[in-house]
């Protein structure tokens, strides 16, 4: 019988990490399994372990099928390294947190040294904003998101992700190798069942994206949904995602105190990725995204 357990266990979590893409939404539970799917590969060391004392190599093999299957899909991003190489930009993404009173603390932490910052659930006015203005020259706020620059910002406005209420903005920023469009995005939460919203905001997001015919374009914010998620293929691609091309390990971001997923990207065309990570932001229940990225001259 223990056997038998092992075995059909192993099974299923072979072909729920293969195949999840093949899984009914489930009311919006199946896209939360998949904002989690690099944890399930936790479960094989644990049936490995068990595997052993029943001594039987057909239970054993069993189990590395579906440890196999986590190798392929996820060992490329543990042994990745950084591409390097010369860059021009380095921005960074942060939720600083509605209720964080060391937001301040937090992004003068994570913008030392960045050429351009994006802020999500910033108070109007509050420590996040007022120690960002302190750092940078160049500034657009709508609602609760904004982006900071050290180059001039030569067209601002907000964009419609389809809410009640305006949590993104599209900016123009004047950079020495030329323009570059970058917006800033905090689309509706995610729980599992729970994700319709999330899934209409995202799908505004892509056809923002998709009518832009900007040849540099920068995308950054909490967009609350994780890159195994698979409601996020309409963006990536086309984008590409500087965590995935130029980060080492996953760069989980939420939650602060043990990150167990990446809700929050940098996603961009047109640019080349040298390198990305995840850094603490004080206070927050999200760490912050940064990339450094290469700009090539306008066309």
């Not at 419609?160 to 570059?180: E, F, S």
């Not at 990536?236 to 989980?252: I, K």
């Amino acid at each position: 019988m223990l056997r038998r357990s092992i075995i059909a266990v192993a099974g299923v979590l072979a072909l729920i990490l293969g195949g999840h893409r093949l899984l009914p939404e489930l009311g919006g539970f199946t896209p939360v399994l998949e904002s989690l799917l690099p944890w399930l590969g936790v479960a094989v060391p644990v049936l490995l372990v068990v595997a052993l004392f029943t001594r039987s190599w057909q239970v054993i093999v069993a189990v590395l099928v579906p440890a196999a299957v986590w190798g392929v899909m996820f060992g490329p991003a543990l042994l990745r390294s950084p591409p390097g190489g010369p860059s021009d930009l380095s921005v960074a993404t942060v939720n600083v947190g509605v209720t964080n009173a060391a937001s301040g603390r937090a992004v003068r932490a994570v913008s030392k040294g960045r050429d351009l910052i994006a802020a999500q659930e910033l108070t109007p006015g509050g420590p996040a904003a007022k120690a960002l203005g302190e750092r940078f020259p160049h500034h657009y706020q709508v609602s609760t998101v904004g982006l900071w620059s050290r180059f001039p910002i030569v067209e601002a406005r907000k964009a419609d992700i389809g809410l009640d209420w305006v949590r993104a903005l599209r900016a123009v920023v004047r950079t020495p190798k030329g323009k570059l469009t970058v917006y800033v995005m905090h689309l509706a939460s995610a729980r599992p069942g729970k994700t319709a919203q999330r899934d209409e905001t995202l799908a505004h997001a892509r056809k923002i994206i998709e009518r832009d015919e900007s040849e540099h374009l920068l995308l950054l914010g909490d967009l609350n949904t994780a890159t195994t998620d698979r409601k996020r293929s309409g963006l990536v691609p086309p984008l590409s995602d500087a965590q995935q091309e130029a980060g080492s390990g996953f760069g989980f971001t939420w939650p602060s105190s043990f990150p167990l997923t990446r809700p929050d990207h940098i996603l961009y065309r047109g640019l080349t990725a040298t390198s990305a990570g995840v850094e603490p932001a004080a206070g927050s229940d999200h760490r912050a995204a940064y990339a450094s990225l290469r700009l090539g001259e306008s066309s």
